[in-house]
């Protein structure tokens, strides 16, 4: 992992992450994979989503996507200056993408994902030298609960999928 990856305290981002805990649950009772995501800045939430991508048939609907699409609008600007976003699983690629592209501040996320995070694990786009922006990751908080809501929801599926 990347030196810019941080491991504080979980306490310091508990209500925030706790918000995109509960957008993921949602998302997975509607049949989505349950990721979820919140956009905070100063204190105040900007914007919060879950998964999509089953609902609007829309291989963008990630949960980053809709609340950095949702902030975006709110504040008028693609710019999300002094944001941070927490999400319950680290990024993929694209959505590491769209958080540099918003110039978001700080990723918070929970469980590391091993076949296609973005944030450090298996691809470093949010920190990568090379480009004009870096982004601040903290890593693994509430990392537990965000990585059983993904188990059992997977759990479900293959029972019902019979595989």
């Known amino acids: 992992m990347k030196d810019s ?15 995109a805990l509960d957008e993921a649950r949602r998302a997975g009772e509607r049949g989505e994979v349950p990721v979820g995501a919140v956009v905070e800045r100063g204190g105040e939430v900007l914007a919060a989503a879950g998964n999509e991508r089953e609902a609007r048939h829309d291989p963008t609907a990630h949960a980053e996507m809709l609340a950095i699409r949702d902030a975006a609008r709110l504040l008028g600007g693609w710019r999300l200056p002094g944001c941070t976003l927490y999400v319950t699983i680290e990024p993929c690629p694209m959505c590491a993408g ?4 918003a110039r978001i501040e700080r990723l918070v996320y929970g469980a590391a994902d091993e076949k296609a995070g973005a944030a450090g694990t298996l691809f470093d786009i949010t920190g990568d030298q090379r480009l004009n922006h870096q982004v601040e990751v903290v ?23 019979g595989g």
């Open 5 to 19: 990856i941080h491991h504080p305290p979980s306490i310091i981002h508990h209500p925030f992450f706790l918000l």
């Open 98 to 101: 769209a958080i540099y592209q």
């Open 139 to 161: 890593a693994g908080v509430m990392a537990a609960e965000s990585a059983v809501l993904l188990k059992d929801f997977f759990s479900r599926k293959r029972m019902v999928d």
